[in-house]
């Protein structure tokens, strides 16, 4: 099966696509990085700082909330105002949070560091997408998405070790500053690059009205905020709960604001028409699902590691980088593959993925018994890296294809702030399940958890392969244009 061509859009290539997908793919790893590089410092930072478990919990929840909130409004504004705009301030920010948390002199300074970081991160997400769908078409836009793909699976497996690497080679109190530090030289950098390579213009002309829907801005905001709350807290306040239905109640109300804003004339938040592309509704809703699974794998085969092996971060780190290797060559495999078979590379990623759930299902329990050594764990999994570079560019390229490019920034912080919440709902859920059945053995947790985790993904799997089925014609965008 071939995938269906996009709607040809005038394109004149920028002589300096090349470098700006360079800084693109830069930034990327470096929010991502700072993502990852944090889960092995927590021990260092609550020893250096006298932090309690509470406040060490907020320096990863509140990045990943000011994220999850400022997506959508962030993409819209790139869309809105300039994309190259909203990235060079975005990194900018970024960089200097970066600087404040490396400098924060107690918890209380780090965490409002680390929500500040999340915020820049939140805006400059939304603009890798938008500016890659911007510069690029056809072959080489999914070649630039398997590049993207790359950077990803890389970027969130050497976080650990790189953090670990610092743990070890400075002195505690300053160790887990340099993993934060680390952004400022290369955040800098790329401020720098972008100024120069990036046309910073605005994009629309002094006296035409911009319309940027403050009151869908709060309200998804607000849906976001308490949708996600629940899975951060509510295994220390149960009551958190309370949060989801007002946050599904609110995500109704938004959707009947941005309806009644449309009909009034105005340029919604989102134009809720872009669901009516099947592609990019179907892509969206797979890799929400995809996320509920795919982060999860690494967060249990961490604590599978340490508790039940009794092993350092550091080991833990390095058990996953072939699984980083895996993803990003297959990534680039991904990216020849989507152009021919479209659908079918995220059908046969995720079959693969399963395929190394088992092994790994397999294999966890004679690793305990010390019938197999312990690298054999690190092989076991590698498959689930090879799948995870068949999903997530060549989906990124799926799901954003028929999407107009005028409305790319928007489009892929929806579908990115899907994944947050996937993410929130998947890590919450998934380690819950493995601490509920750890007095059993951690062998047995962990490997109840991945039959879980395999069963999300089966179900991911489903909806790639009703997209996939689909008859061609049946997949084509429905034209989807700004209201007048």
Do not use: C
């Amino acid at each position: 099966m071939t995938a269906s061509s996009p709607p040809t859009e005038p394109q004149t290539p920028d002589p300096n696509r090349s470098r700006i997908l360079t800084i693109l793919l830069a930034s990327l790893f470096m929010a991502l990085m700072a993502v990852s590089i944090v889960n092995v410092t927590l021990p260092a930072i609550q020893n250096d700082l006298g932090a309690s478990d509470t406040s060490l919990q907020w320096i990863l929840s509140g990045y990943a909330l000011a994220f999850g909130i400022v997506l959508v409004a962030a993409g819209r504004a790139g869309d809105l105002l300039g994309r190259e705009r909203i990235f060079v301030a975005g990194i900018a920010l970024f960089t200097l949070a970066s600087l404040g948390a490396a400098l924060a002199p107690d918890i209380f300074w780090l965490n409002i560091a680390r929500v500040v970081m999340g915020v820049a991160s939140g805006m400059v997400n939304p603009q890798v997408a938008g500016l890659i769908q911007q510069h690029y078409r056809g072959v080489e836009r999914a070649r630039a998405f398997a590049k993207f793909g790359g950077v990803v699976g890389v970027a969130v497996a050497i976080g650990p070790v790189i953090g670990g690497f610092l743990l070890g080679v400075f002195p505690t109190g300053i160790g887990w500053r340099t993993t934060l530090g680390i952004n400022v030289p290369v955040g800098a950098v790329v401020t720098v690059l972008a100024l120069r390579w990036m046309d910073l213009r605005p994009r629309r002309a002094g006296r035409q009205k911009l319309d940027i829907d403050p009151v869908g801005a709060g309200l998804l905001g607000a849906a976001v905020l308490a949708i996600m709350l629940p899975f951060m807290l509510a295994s220390d306040h149960p009551v958190a709960w309370v949060l989801l239905p007002v946050g599904l109640a609110l995500v109704l109300l938004w959707v009947l604001w941005e309806r009644r804003y449309a009909s009034s004339g105005h340029e919604p938040m989102v134009d809720l028409r872009l669901f009516r592309i099947r592609s990019y509704t179907l892509g969206s809703l797979m890799i929400g699902v995809y996320f509920m699974a795919g982060t999860s794998i690494w967060v249990v085969q961490a604590q599978l590691v340490q508790q039940g092996f009794g092993q350092a971060a550091l080991t833990a780190g390095l058990l996953a980088l072939p699984a980083a290797v895996f993803t990003a060559l297959s990534a680039q495999l991904g990216g020849r593959l989507v152009v021919r078979i479209g659908r079918w590379t995220v059908v046969i990623g995720l079959g693969i993925m399963l395929l190394g759930l088992v092994a790994t299902v397999i294999m966890t329990p004679l690793i305990s018994s010390g019938a197999v050594p312990l690298w054999v764990l690190s092989a076991a999994m590698a498959p689930i890296g090879m799948g995870s570079g068949m999903v997530t560019s060549p989906n990124q390229t799926l799901t954003l294809r028929e999407v107009p490019v005028s409305q790319g920034g928007t489009a892929a912080a929806v579908t990115q702030t899907g994944q947050r919440i996937g993410t929130a709902v998947g890590t919450a859920g998934m380690t819950g399940v493995y601490f509920h059945v750890l007095p059993h053995g951690a062998d047995v947790a962990a490997d109840t958890t991945y039959i879980l985790i395999g069963a999300v993904l089966i179900l991911a799997l489903l909806i790639a392969l009703v997209d996939a089925l689909a008859p061609v014609g049946s997949k084509r965008a429905t034209p989807v244009s700004k209201p007048k």
